[in-house]
């Protein structure tokens, strides 16, 4: 399927490895010309290298998405997008009894203000030009608590609320919003939630991998790479009609009929 996207403009935050990588990935065989961000200069500049073998511009721009400077850059970068992908790496597993004022706040600011400034600056210019897409990369914790991430999912929980009211405010210009949620997918960050769920159950870790994995009806961990599919069609002409909506990848985790 054509997606319609060849030589559209993309910023996808926190891009350089794992669900934001595969976002670009995706995007970038669609022909969507990139800007790129992470924290590790080399990391960042190695997933340069490959997205451009797809044929398309990269840029990339180094720092803390939650970072203004960053942002400016990502602006500056590409001043009107027509994709944004928002992405940020969340708060360290912690016992929220551990938590300080600072660190909740600061656990707001990457996962929910973070997000808000950049629609703020990008959302008018999408709805002027009558084409926008911005997904954000929440978590499947935003319906199913997941012990030691609470800040996590608390500010992904908030990001949401606040958008939904606003997704539909500029649909009819052809601007979505979406979020997907994702579940256990195969990156560093789950790697982490496995360590800390070994280790307050006393076990060892491939033990508990085991234990996650047979808990998911699909039996076996998502990709970055169907996640960045999945965010590539929310991103494409096709899916205009879909908005304000919390897309699960979780392999049949979260057992609703609705």
Do not use: W
């Amino acid at each position: 399927m054509d997606l319609g996207l060849k030589d559209k403009s993309a910023i996808v935050c926190a891009s350089s490895r794992g669900l934001g990588r595969g976002c670009a990935e995706a995007l970038a065989r669609e022909g969507v010309n990139l800007v790129i961000n992470g924290r590790n200069e080399q990391a960042t500049e190695k997933t340069a290298e490959d997205l451009r073998a797809h044929g398309v511009t990269v840029d990339i721009v180094l720092g803390s998405v939650s970072d203004h400077a960053t942002q400016d850059a990502l602006l500056e970068a590409c001043p009107q997008p027509d994709i944004l992908v928002n992405n940020n790496g969340g708060p360290a597993l912690r016992d929220f009894r551990e938590l300080d004022r600072d660190a909740l706040l600061d656990g707001v600011t990457q996962n929910m203000v973070t997000p808000i400034e950049l629609i703020q600056r990008t959302i008018d210019g999408m709805a002027d030009r009558g084409f926008g897409r911005i997904v954000n990369i929440t978590s499947l914790s935003v319906y199913q608590p997941i012990l030691g991430l609470d800040l996590s999912s608390g500010a992904r929980a908030g990001l949401t609320t606040f958008l939904a009211g606003i997704a539909r405010s500029v649909a009819g210009s052809n601007v979505t919003i979406n979020n997907i949620l994702p579940g256990k997918i195969d990156t560093d960050r789950i790697r982490q939630t496995m360590v800390y769920a070994a280790d307050k159950r006393g076990v060892e870790f491939d033990d508990e991998k085991a234990r996650q994995i047979g808990a998911i009806p699909a039996g076996r961990l998502g990709t970055p790479e169907e996640f960045g599919a999945t965010c590539a069609f929310l991103c494409s002409t096709h899916a205009g009609y879909i908005t304000g909506q919390n897309i699960r990848l979780d392999g049949g985790v979260y057992q609703s009929a609705f």
